[in-house]
């Protein structure tokens, strides 16, 4: 019997209140169901306003869910306790895309990592400065950083001590939220290199959100694709860039920058999303995919298996008959 995933989502809905009285709600996460795996990093990938950011806030319980199951360590994590959640806060943590907003500016940097520790009542003083002295180590920070300043440091820098901040309490999962997209190429990919080495030593276990597929690629061992509220493909990672099956996600991989006789070159994703107050009836995609038939405006595609690990929603991998029918 194969071991039961570290984070186990089903079926994960979140509906904002409309502003206005009447008007439909906001259907931010529309069903959403995945499995981490320990020691898997799971990418989610998806435009702007895909609602992998609002998934990633409620796996973390940031946000309460309208309706589904979070399962942690086989927990249900809708049903702990004020003091299981306390718990949980050590076991999972998050990075955010701007380490700028998300540092207090006025604290020290070794003032910022302990700063969980404190919260937690960790340690003693002398066994908090150790632990710091191994988080600098770590993220490849020179310990005389912990009397300094935020505004001090570069991007690449203060993401590192944004991420040595999540390591302080020893998590198991970490959410990477757009981490490494306000950087510069060349740092991105020293963030990348640290955060696979950092998984490697302690056996971490990411949940990996972006817009960017190549940065997702970088790093996951499973990735899913977003649009509109609802997962549209998964796959391992081999499977899902050697052969995308479902149309956005083949719109997305072209969209990914590539370097040709020394230019950069890449597609632009035509359309704009539609509002996920008002999804498109059928395959919510139908609107802006270059292969859209009569049935996908009317009928919504179901997940298929379409490989020993992936599974992609559209109609064109279903049996041509069941295509037709309208
Ligand atoms: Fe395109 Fe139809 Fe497939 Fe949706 S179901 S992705 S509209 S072909």
Not at 142 to 153: L, W, Y
């Given at each position: 019997m194969s071991a039961a995933p570290l984070l186990a989502v089903r079926d994960l809905r979140k509906i904002f209140p409309a502003r206005r009285r009447g008007a439909p709600g906001v259907?931010?996460?529309?069903?959403v169901s995945f499995d981490i795996a320990r020691g898997q990093t799971f990418g989610l990938v998806g435009e702007s306003g895909c609602g992998k950011t609002t998934t990633g806030r409620m796996v973390l319980r940031l946000m309460e869910p309208t309706s589904g199951t979070i399962r942690f360590e086989d927990r249900d994590l809708m049903a702990l306790s004020p003091a299981q959640l306390r718990a949980f806060r050590r076991d999972a943590q998050i990075v955010f895309q701007d380490p700028m907003s998300s540092l207090n500016p006025r604290m020290s940097v070794g003032e910022l990592i302990m700063e969980p520790l404190v919260v937690h009542r960790i340690g003693t003083t002398r066994e908090r400065r150790q632990r710091l002295a191994r988080l600098f180590d770590l993220v490849g920070l020179?310990?005389?950083?912990?009397?300094?300043?935020?505004?001090?440091?570069s991007g690449g820098q203060r993401q590192r001590i944004a991420i040595a901040r999540a390591l302080a309490l020893e998590p198991k999962l970490i959410v990477c939220d757009e981490a490494v997209s306000a950087l510069d190429v060349s740092i991105q990919a020293q963030i990348l290199n640290l955060l696979g080495d950092l998984r490697d030593e302690l056996g971490l276990t990411y949940l990996f959100i972006s817009h960017d597929l190549g940065v997702v690629r970088h790093l996951s061992d499973r990735v899913a694709v977003m649009y509109l509220g609802e997962i549209v493909e998964v796959a391992s990672k081999r499977e899902l860039f050697e052969t995308p099956r479902h149309p956005y996600t083949q719109v997305l991989m072209r969209a990914i920058p590539r370097i040709a006789d020394g230019r950069r070159h890449f597609e632009t994703i035509a359309g704009d999303v539609p509002s996920p107050s008002a999804p498109p009836p059928g395959c919510r995609f139908h609107t802006r995919?270059?292969?859209?038939?009569?049935?996908c405006r009317k009928v919504a595609p179901k997940m298929t298996s379409v490989g020993e690990t992936h599974q992609a929603a559209c109609?064109?991998?279903?049996?041509p008959a069941e295509a037709a029918t309208v």
């Open positions: 259907r931010a996460v529309d069903g020179q310990p005389t950083s912990a009397t300094r300043f935020p505004h001090e440091f995919c270059p292969h859209a038939m009569e049935v109609h064109l991998l279903t049996e």
